[in-house]
């Protein structure tokens, strides 16, 4: 058997389980056949956070869903919020580097979620939407190669959210 190779794709799933934790989830294909470990049990991904103009290395676990902190990103002693932004996601694969980026949005998904409950009005309902809708192009561009476009989105939204609460944070 040789090593574990990523198939031209490099693909993440991004979730959260609160505004703490950051559930990375591998979705690349990977090399199979005799000559091919199916996927490693670790490799390392490195994270850019443009917030924290820092990378950071992980060893994450492929076949799985992996659970990232504070503590695990940033050294912190406990963790604490993470914050939203357009993580920029790479790896290197048999010589391979491979680069994707992708939104995490967890307090402004949470403040949008303040806003749906408290909605009684049409136009308050609307507002959600239109909310709503910014976050899924915040998450679009990321995913499509527009990380700058996300991220000044994400500025406008943050903005007229800035008056909400996330009760997680």
């Known amino acids: 058997m040789s090593c574990s190779c990523i198939k031209k794709n490099y693909d993440v799933h991004l979730s959260f389980k609160d505004c703490k934790t950051m559930v990375y989830e591998d979705q690349s294909d990977w090399m ?3 000559a091919y470990e199916d996927r490693p049990s670790l490799y390392e991904v490195r994270v850019y956070v443009p917030s924290r103009k820092k990378e950071y290395t992980l060893n994450l676990d492929p076949s799985k869903r992996n659970y ?3 503590v695990e990103l940033f050294g912190t002693s406990e963790p604490v ?3 939203d932004d357009i993580y920029c996601f790479s790896t290197t694969s048999c010589g391979v580097d491979y680069q994707i980026n992708r939104a995490f ?3 402004t998904e949470c403040k ?4 749906t409950t408290k909605a009684k009005t049409r136009d308050e309902h609307n507002e959600v939407i239109f909310f709503r809708n910014l976050v899924h192009s915040v998450k679009t561009s990321a995913r499509q190669g ?3 476009l996300a991220k000044e989105i994400l500025g406008v ?3 007229k ?3 909400l609460l996330c009760a997680n944070c």
Do not use: N
Request: glycine residues 4%.
């Open 112 to 115: 949008i979620d303040e806003l």
């Open 157 to 159: 939204v943050t903005k």
């Open 105 to 107: 949005v967890c307090r």
């Open 32 to 34: 199979s056949g005799e």
């Open 81 to 83: 919020c993470l914050p």
């Open 161 to 163: 959210l800035q008056h």
């Open 146 to 148: 527009r990380p700058e």
């Open 68 to 70: 990232i902190t504070s």
